[in-house]
């Protein structure tokens, strides 16, 4: 099994509309838990940090399942901004460990 | 505030040379990673630094990647020789870790590498 696993997709998602993604994780020490988001041809940034009570910032909300060992990203009202590729990253010290990503999931908005 | 900067953008060269790429993490950070993307493997961690020293370099795929960080401000990864599948983009980040306290890592715009 893969440390980090996504599914690729594309998920084509018309405007407006509510989308989910999960990412399973196999390290059961894993400590932190982030969602980036990398544009084409871009470097990955940082969308948020998963927390073990959820967070929600704006239109995204993150949720981390420990028992079942995955992290979940919603996007509400999707906009054609939200197009890219988002990828979830796990590490296992806390923060003083590099990360490990999934191979992301290609997000596309349609008009 | 200028974030981590990476050079060359683009490397195009042939198998058997040597490559260099270099980064400069962000001032005051004291932690600097390098990391490699392509379609098959995604985004794998080859090495990371912590106060200039390295940590973990069990990422690192073969002797003919090496990895130095001789002050707080520079860091290189070096391919010596390099082979076609070494084509991919290099990326270096950097972090501050203060207090313990976990905090976001700042990716530089990536080295292109091409090996013909």
């Known amino acids: 099994r893969k440390e980090v696993e996504q599914d690729p997709g594309p998920f084509n998602v018309p405007e407006g509309a509510t989308v989910a993604f999960n990412c399973t994780y196999s390290?059961?020490?894993?400590?932190?838990f982030f969602w980036y988001r990398q544009d084409c041809r871009k470097e990955p940034k940082l969308l948020m940090s998963?927390?073990?009570s959820g967070n929600e910032d704006g239109r995204f909300t993150a949720q981390l399942n420990r028992a079942s060992q995955y992290i979940s990203l919603l996007i509400r009202d999707s906009k054609l901004s939200d197009s890219a590729t988002y990828l979830c990253?796990?590490?296992?010290?806390?923060?003083?460990?590099?990360?490990?990503f999934g191979k992301g999931t290609h997000l596309i908005i349609q008009p | 505030d200028a974030g981590v900067i990476q050079s060359p953008r683009h490397e195009v060269t042939e198998m058997g040379q040597e490559v260099t790429l270099r980064c400069k993490p962000i001032?005051?950070?004291?932690?600097l990673f390098w990391y490699r993307q392509t379609m098959m493997r995604g985004l794998e961690l080859l090495i990371y630094f912590n106060n200039n020293v390295p940590i973990d370099d069990s990422g690192m795929p073969e002797d003919r990647f090496s990895a130095k960080m001789p002050n707080a401000s520079f860091s290189t990864l070096k391919i010596q020789p390099s082979e076609p599948r070494d084509s991919a983009v290099y990326f270096c980040?950097?972090?501050?870790?203060?207090?313990?306290?976990?905090?976001?890592?700042?990716f530089g715009p990536g080295t292109r590498l091409t090996v013909l």
């Open positions: 998963v927390y073990s």
């Open positions: 980040a950097s972090r501050l870790l203060a207090g313990g306290r976990t905090d976001t890592q700042y």
């Open positions: 001032s005051g950070h004291d932690y």
């Open positions: 990253a796990v590490n296992r010290w806390g923060g003083a460990d590099g990360l490990t």
């Open positions: 390290n059961s020490a894993s400590q932190s």
